[in-house]
């Protein structure tokens, strides 16, 4: 079945305390993205990856990390979390940055809380 | 940060009613979507517009595309509380930069 899977799907951690949130995906898909969900401010991108080694910043980079070494892999890191980074968090594949009409297929989401 | 504009942001209704929620926007897009979210699940793509003008129908929803590629509107006909759920936006931007700007939100709610 084609998915995108997130890992873990929810996640209470304490400021400071460093995490990752794990993203693959299983459609060979050459575009690969991070958002956060707030209510009220929609979606709002993370990071984004064209393809293996190529990642750039979204709109709300601040506070976070991505790396991509394989094409199914595109993990989220948080050095250092802080309260403000409490959000529902999801991962989305895009099988080519250059077609228009290419669906974003998400995962389930992330729910993290720093305390 | 370029953003989509949804109105209403909260819709409660009655299942037989009809609505319309829009998404503006000062900024051409390539493409827009509309993608429906369920709680607890990721946004699932319900269709993608991409002519200036261009309507499309799916079942009781019909999405317009605006004649400058700007706005969106999503109408359906006779609500069903099956149709209860966050509606979400998505401009696609193809110049430069590939990304996707997802709209504010429009959480429904439809009353049996």
């Known amino acids: 079945e084609a998915q995108v899977t997130q890992n873990p799907r929810y996640l209470i951690t304490v400021t400071g305390k460093k995490l990752t949130v794990t993203c693959s995906q299983n459609?060979?898909?050459?575009?690969m993205s991070w958002y956060r969900q707030d209510p009220g401010l929609g979606l709002r991108q993370i990071y984004y990856s064209m393809n293996v080694e190529v990642t750039d910043k979204g709109d709300v980079p601040e506070g976070y990390k991505v790396s991509r070494k394989e094409k199914r892999n595109f993990p989220l890191i948080l050095e250092s979390p802080s309260p403000n980074q409490t959000s529902l968090y999801f991962c989305?594949?895009?099988?080519?940055?250059?077609?228009?009409?290419?669906?974003?297929?998400f995962g389930q989401g992330t729910r993290l809380t720093v305390v | 940060t370029q953003l989509l504009e949804q109105s209403p942001q909260f819709l409660s209704i009655q299942e037989g009613e009809n609505l319309t929620v829009y998404c503006n926007s000062s900024?051409?897009?390539?493409?827009l979507q509309w993608y429906r979210q369920e709680p607890g699940e990721g946004p699932v793509l319900l269709v993608t517009?991409?002519?200036?003008?261009e309507v499309k129908k799916l079942k009781r929803l019909t999405f317009q595309f605006g004649d400058a590629r700007k706005d969106s509107s999503l109408h359906i006909t006779a609500a069903q509380p099956g149709d209860t759920g966050l509606y979400l936006c998505?401009?696609?931007?193809?110049?430069?930069?590939?990304?996707?700007?997802f709209g504010t939100g429009t959480r429904l709610k439809v009353l049996a």
């Open positions: 998505a401009g696609v931007r193809t110049s430069g930069t590939y990304k996707y700007i």
């Open positions: 517009v991409v002519t200036g003008g």
């Open positions: 989305a594949s895009t099988p080519n940055s250059v077609q228009m009409n290419t669906e974003a297929f």
């Open positions: 900024s051409v897009f390539s493409s």
């Open positions: 459609m060979n898909h050459e575009y």
